[in-house]
């Protein structure tokens, strides 16, 4: 069964600490991966995709990367305005939904 | 580009009136349209998948008449939640995508079911 897991559920970090969210999968296939942001009462603001193991993409203080079997989101000295919630989903071959971990809320204290 | 807009933004109702959400892909054309439901701090479930011109796929355990989904044109998806009561209350967001690849979500819109 396809499935989707993100790790740590919750984190708190300061501003300046740098970390890691983690989201693990198993799919039958992987089309694509994908990682959304999420504020509240929003929704999903898209990020990146990756597609393939050993693939990394970069935006601001975000950088995505991919193995087999999960991938990781860096923060790297993070701001306030980094906070909200990080949403990863799976796309599996031949199938156009996506799979969604629970998401990791990260709040970034000044 | 690929802005993705929902209508209304909140809605409350009364039980057992008629909803409508429509969801608009602003810059693009949208061969499938998603619906998802979230409830309070948990993740994303989906409810159906679209494509223009043809009847809506529903998610297991979805509730096809009572859920309506409309997929109209390549830019306009509707659901209608049919004799809406107050377990229905819930975050709607509509994704739209172009090819088979990234779905870009709208801003969802809230409804409360009295």
């Known amino acids: 069964e396809d499935q989707v897991t993100q790790s740590p559920e919750a984190l708190r970090l300061q501003e300046g600490e740098s970390s890691s969210l983690n989201c693990s999968y198993t799919?039958?296939?992987?089309?694509?991966l994908f990682w959304y942001r999420q504020d509240p009462g929003k929704g999903p603001e898209f990020l990146f995709t990756?597609?393939?193991a050993g693939e990394e993409k970069e935006k601001e203080r975000l950088k995505a990367t991919l193995t087999k079997k999960e991938s990781f989101l860096h923060i790297t000295a993070p701001k306030p305005e980094d906070s909200a919630t990080y949403l990863c989903a799976v796309q599996a071959n031949n199938f156009n939904k996506f799979y969604f971990g629970s998401g990791t809320k990260l709040n970034v204290k000044p | 580009g690929a802005v993705v807009s929902q209508h209304p933004s909140w809605v409350i109702c009364k039980s057992g009136t008629s909803v409508k959400i429509e969801c608009r892909s602003l810059d693009f054309q949208a061969t499938t349209m998603f619906w998802y439901r979230q409830f309070p701090k948990q993740s994303l479930m989906l409810m159906a998948t679209?494509?223009?011109?043809?009847?809506?796929?529903?998610e297991q355990g979805v509730e096809k008449d009572k859920f309506l989904i409309n997929h109209a044109s390549l830019t306009l998806s509707t659901l209608t939640v049919t004799s809406a009561h107050p377990e229905d209350s819930s975050f709607y967001i509509c994704s739209a995508s172009a090819s088979a690849d990234t779905q870009y979500f709208g801003p969802g819109t809230r409804l409360t079911v009295l």
């Open positions: 799919v039958s296939g992987l089309r694509g």
């Open positions: 990756l597609y393939s």
């Open positions: 679209s494509n223009e011109g043809s009847k809506a796929t529903y």
